[in-house]
């Protein structure tokens, strides 16, 4: 065959330089971008993610033409459309009769499972090429987690340290010390407020995607309201160049601390744009060591952010490969509770949940201890279905990819993994919310008070957590001391807590439905 080398560009692979467009002669290329039906609807997404995913598709499209590429771009109210992106290829295929399909390899599990076919489906060549986007290969990663019994990020993190120079002098750690962490927990304090970080007013492009999803996708979760997303390179840019002018600094310090009404507070809200591939994560982590040597921003902060993504982000998606199949069924816990409707409506008088699923619905966001101490916190200590818990980090979140939900969902929430991503469960009573957060104020449950009517539901619920997973968590060095305060309570203490967890449990009520498939 002598025709051109076909080139799909998945929606996170938003990359100038993509793997499978370096070198790539323009005259000779066509790059295939397809909006389908099935991404869109595997499970309901937020709308605000559909938008800004399709959104920034159509304006990578018009940057690529804009530098002379050919773009054949599929969109999903193309009456054609066959619906799946291996039957886009397909007629792709047809229409262009390509010597070669040149891709990155996808993200996603269940898309990387489709993608291994094509080369027996169709009759031209297939390459599948690595995402080198991430600093870790697959095989790196495969190769650190052989033998291991325990997949502790910390230590896959300085191996990332060391690899890309990040905040090392002489092959020591800047300042002596790997990890900062303990200088990061700040409770906020009176008064304490965040600049505010840009807001991407909708152009021409988007709010025609706006329209469409209104139109085909009303029924799924979230507002269309606050659509403020970044959708292209620039204004990524722009999002990334306010944090480090304007928040960086407190983002170590504060990185736990949660207000009611500010959602993003010192958080960068770059998820979004580096998963798109919109902008370079290595690059950005170089940008906060530079603001560290010129004395701009403080060795705490900088030192975090770089772990949330040379160590967080990498680890997750090398642990995701590492682990799945068998992670997306994990459930170490036997954890069965259905997921309760308030996840869903925010109809709860738990004020914490309610501004958590306030702001997701509002923003599909929340910052990463809202998602962890407590949207995660209490399905883990109500023992939810994980898969049900994963459904709905995955749908809710514009950030939410498996590679990165599912990790985080199963393995760092919930330790449905038995225990290979964490040392021990985060679970916590109401008083590390209470600490951490002004949400106990405005409450209708006592922070306080332990048990019975009108106790904050996450101190009895602990407790029973801890009660009834005792056979598994009493040898953890990490966790086992907190047995002897339990026995210590005796017997009429120990059954408050458990009948005052019980009872809440009851009013949780059967499954919410329809709402994530
Ligand atoms: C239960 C749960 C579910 C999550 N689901 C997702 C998800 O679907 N998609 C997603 O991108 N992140 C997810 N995270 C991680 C984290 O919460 C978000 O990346 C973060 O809140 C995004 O906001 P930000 O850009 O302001 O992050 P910042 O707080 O400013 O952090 C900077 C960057 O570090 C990276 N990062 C930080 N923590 C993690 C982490 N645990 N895993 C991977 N990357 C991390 C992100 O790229 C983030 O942009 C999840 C965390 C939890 C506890
Ligand atoms: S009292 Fe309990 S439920 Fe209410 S906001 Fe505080 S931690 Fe949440």
Redesign the pocket.
Known sequence: MSGPVLVPILGDQLTRTLASLRGRNKDDTVILMMEVWDEATYVKHHKQKIVLVFSAMRHFAEELREAGWTVDYVRLDDPDNAGSFTGEVARAIERHDPRLVSVVEAGEWRVRQDMDQWADKFACEVEILRDDRFVCSQAEFDDWAKDRKELRMEFFYREMRRKTGLLMDDNEPAGGQWNYDSENRKPPKEGLAAPERPKFEPDGITREVIDLVQSRFGDHFGSLDRFEWPVTRDDAARAADAFFAERIEC?GPY?DAMIAGQD?LF?????TS??LGLLD?LELCRRAEQAYRDGKAPLNSVEG?IR??IG??EY?RGFYFNQMPGLAEANALKATRPLPEFYWTGKTDMACLADCIRSTGDNA?A??IQ??MVL?NFALLAGMEPQAVEDW?LVV?A???DW??LP??AA??LYADGGKLASKPYAASGNYINKMSNYCSGCRYKVSQKTGEGACPFNPLYWHFMARHRERFEKNPRIGRIYATWDRMGETKQREYLESAEAFLDTLGPAAEGWAR
């Not at 958080?267 to 998820?271: D, F, Q, R, V, Y």
């Open positions: 983002f990185q993003d958080h960068s809200m770059l998820s580096i998963n994560p952010f949330q993504i967080w982000r997750v966001h910052h990463h998602r962890l995660g980090f979140y950030d939410a990819y990165v939900e985080n969902v760092m929430i």
